[in-house]
């Protein structure tokens, strides 16, 4: 069993940055691979960013590249979420969660443990 807590959202001007913590106990962390999803009211929870076990392959959605940036740090069992010239439709509870496969993973079926969420608001 893995154990995620999301912190670091909060309510913003568009423009601004925020970065967001997942921290992980219960399992070796380096033999997940981990994901960042949100969900905006009354949408669908989809992938924003994901790094594979060892961070050197990551992945973002088209609607944050160039804006986000994912990694994570093994030694603390923490990934991280930087997200930088928020626009208000960034606005959602972002998720992070855990999976056991290898790769790089964008589908939210491919992880077993989840966060859950912290509120990320971005005022226009």
């Known amino acids: 069993q893995v154990q995620l807590v999301e912190s670091g959202g909060g309510l913003v001007q568009a423009g601004d940055s925020l970065r967001l913590s997942c921290a992980a106990s219960?399992?070796?962390?380096?033999?997940?691979?981990m994901g960042w999803f949100r969900q905006a009211p009354g949408k669908e929870r989809e992938s924003v960013a994901a790094?594979?076990?060892?961070?050197?392959?990551?992945y973002y959605a088209d609607s944050v590249k160039g804006r986000f940036t994912v990694s994570r740090d093994n030694a603390k069992n923490t990934v991280y979420l930087q997200m930088d010239n928020l626009k208000p439709e960034d606005t959602a509870v972002y998720y992070c969660?855990?999976?056991?496969?290898?790769?790089?993973?964008?589908?939210?079926?491919?992880?077993?443990?989840w966060g859950q969420g912290t509120q990320v608001t971005v005022s226009s």
């Open positions: 969660a855990a999976a056991s496969q290898w790769g790089v993973l964008r589908w939210r079926s491919a992880y077993d443990y």
């Open positions: 219960g399992r070796t962390f380096s033999n997940y691979a």
């Open positions: 790094i594979s076990r060892g961070g050197t392959s990551t």
